[in-house]
């Protein structure tokens, strides 16, 4: 029976990030909107990013299902520790970005630590970083144990995605999962595009995501975000 039901869930998840992978559309540097730091474009059309932070969402995407190819560079030339003191060098990914107070935060760490983690940062009411700065964040746990992926070496080419069916969220890197769990209902209240977040660290990346409703320009408001 137990070796039926892991069969079952192989293919219930093979068949979901198939299903995710044929949905994803290239999201190019001028479809970000980039709220902190910088990111520009390399000759071959690949993104760059050197800043110590850099923050972006994809306005045009569902916030649901995307991923995020990068190459690790090395530390960047300036650090900036995160409000809990803490110099930590990572990448990862935005979904349900409703604004800077309110998302989901999916983060591959690389050092001092190597791990995926998911964590809420939900500020009812708030939606600048001057009114919320690093408040309400809410570290999510796994339902299911995975295999949690190397620490990226320099120069090395990793993938990570995101896929959110409802309120079950399933991670993957380089094709293997590392992190499934149901999220809080909490997170009904909140929604918004995908996007991107780096801290102490430089990257080449390209970005995927599944395309969503067209947002305003006004929608992009660059700000200072932890």
Not at 151 to 174: C, F, I, M
Not at 194 to 219: H, I, V
Request: proline fraction near 6%.
């Amino acid at each position: 029976m137990r070796l039926r039901l892991h069969i079952l869930t192989v293919i219930a998840f093979t068949t979901t990030y198939a299903t995710a992978q044929s949905r994803l559309v290239p999201i190019a540097r001028r479809d970000l909107c980039v709220t902190n730091g910088v990111i520009t474009e390399t000759l071959n059309g690949r993104m760059l990013v050197e800043s110590a932070s850099s923050r972006a969402i994809a306005p045009n995407t569902d916030g649901r299902s995307v991923a995020l190819r990068f190459r690790y560079l090395g530390p960047s030339a300036n650090a900036k520790p995160l409000a809990s003191g803490e110099l930590r060098r990572q990448i990862g990914l935005k979904l349900r970005s409703l604004n800077q107070c309110n998302l989901l935060y999916v983060m591959w760490h690389i050092e001092p630590d190597s791990k995926v983690a998911v964590s809420i940062k939900l500020n009812p009411g708030q939606s600048t970083h001057e009114a919320c700065d690093a408040h309400g964040y809410v570290t999510i746990r796994p339902s299911i144990a995975a295999t949690q992926p190397p620490k990226p070496a320099v120069g090395e080419w990793h993938e990570l995605q995101a896929n959110l069916r409802e309120s079950e969220l399933t991670l993957t890197t380089d094709g293997v999962i590392a992190w499934r769990g149901t999220l809080p209902r909490t997170l009904d209240a909140i929604d918004g595009p995908s996007g991107l977040r780096t801290d102490n660290a430089r990257f080449e990346l390209t970005m995927s995501a599944t395309p969503g409703s067209t947002r305003p320009a006004t929608y992009c408001r660059a700000e200072q975000g932890d």
